[in-house]
């Protein structure tokens, strides 16, 4: 103790302020070796100094500016793979609509060709109607009454 009252007066006043100012800002030497000082409140900042203090705050500062930049980017993401997927989708339904749309343009080619089908026979039909002129077409031949007789009530003869 007598050692620092003599460097306090060989110094003076002014010396002695000089020393305790620049403890408070660089720290004291050494003292950021004892382990969890720097956590304690009052003590902590004079042991590490303002200088220290100062670079701890603005470490977490530009940690917390650059973990809101990160969560940004991670909502930006998760918008751009939502966007994706429904791109993906639309794609999907895309190709969906235009294989349907090629069925269907192969349902319509085949029921015009059924039409015409259709139509083809249908003209065969008027044809042999037109060319049947023979007498037997519509009347009941005495065989057609003998049959009609000997079939009634029978499987497949059942009179209605």
């Known amino acids: 103790m007598s050692v620092l009252l003599v460097i306090a007066r060989y110094i003076g006043f002014g010396g002695c302020c000089a020393l305790l100012l620049l403890g408070y800002y660089e720290g004291i030497p050494g003292a950021l070796r004892i382990p969890f000082i720097a956590s304690v409140p009052i003590i902590g900042d004079l042991t590490a100094g303002r200088l220290r203090t100062y670079a701890a705050e603005q470490v977490r500062l530009a940690t917390a500016a650059a973990k809101q930049q990160c969560d940004g980017r991670v909502e930006k993401l998760v918008s751009q793979s939502e966007l994706t997927a ?3 989708k639309l ?3 895309q190709r969906q609509i235009a294989a349907m749309n090629q069925a269907q343009t ?9 039409q015409q089908s259709l139509k083809v026979k249908n003209e065969q039909l008027e044809k042999a109607i037109a060319e049947d002129a023979g007498g037997s077409g519509c009347t009941w031949t005495p065989d057609d009454l003998q049959w009609l007789q000997d079939n009634r009530g029978k499987a497949g003869g059942a009179a209605r």
């Open 106 to 114: 192969a349902f319509q080619t085949q029921a015009a060709a059924d």
């Open 91 to 93: 794609a999907q339904l």
């Open 86 to 88: 429904a791109n993906a």
